[in-house]
């Protein structure tokens, strides 16, 4: 533990280093609503490649260092496996999710936080995508609290984007190292799922809560585009020019187990008839970070 705390601990110092070079200044607002003892999930939206990072540094200040649950396809990439292990986080392979929810289950038990991604992958839209059920699954067999969280910002520094010449594969916008950004963190107030609940309808309460935080801060004026601005990352939605819900459906590839998106704009390509499944592992799978 010691061992796999100061890897951590070094990585954030690491990346606390990156973003003050790139003079990016982090806003957290409502920190104090993660627990500082026993089981924690903070469950957060997903707009970028590096979300990890302002969420691990700010719970850190709360003396929790998350374990992300992310795509196993992560640990495929040169010289990210070894420390992504060594931090303790979670590969979660879709296809067969049982192993990494009982790796998040032994955590929690253990009284440690673990970071999901319902939306099990970024949002092609940046709005909630459909969300799966392993974070309520999770929550409703450990009694862990749930902390929703919304970030906005850092997609302007690295995340996807309608692949070039919009085609499914296509090669997508490069980081952007321009300096100055603002980034903004919001932790909700933490949430329960009682040993009766459906995990269907909480995972839809937990969609409508993500995108009022998410959609407040978008809303932010030092968020806005400026007037006549090309804004590929930011949502059709609110005047942006980043894909609406119906075009990102064929980028987002959402997993055939998440709740339907019935919150937030109107998803024109989802089915309204699907997700009716209760088992906990079923729509387990974070997207990746």
Known sequence: ?????????TALTLGRAALRALDARVEVVGVDNIPTTGPVIIAS?????GDMLPIALAA???GRLPRFMSRYDVWHARGIARPMTAMGHIPVDRAAPAAAYLQARRLLRAGETVATFP?????????VRPLMRGTAALARETGAVVVPTALWGVQRIYSV???EGGVLGGKEPPPDLTRGRRIDLHFGQPL?????????EWTTKLGVRLTDMLEGLQTL?????????HAPWYPQHLGGHAPCRSEAEAWDNTPRHAVPATWGPPW??????GGASDGATDGLSPGGA
């Open 1 to 9: 533990m010691a061992r796999r705390d100061l890897t951590y601990r």
């Open 45 to 49: 939206t997903h707009v970028s490649y």
């Open 60 to 62: 850190r200040g709360r």
């Open 119 to 127: 939306e099990a992958g970024i949002s092609y839209s940046y709005t």
């Open 161 to 163: 984007g309608r692949p």
């Open 192 to 200: 329960t799922v009682g040993p009766g609940e459906d995990l269907t």
């Open 221 to 229: 004026e030092h968020h806005r585009p400026s007037p006549g601005e």
């Open 268 to 273: 024109l390509g989802w089915p309204r008839d």
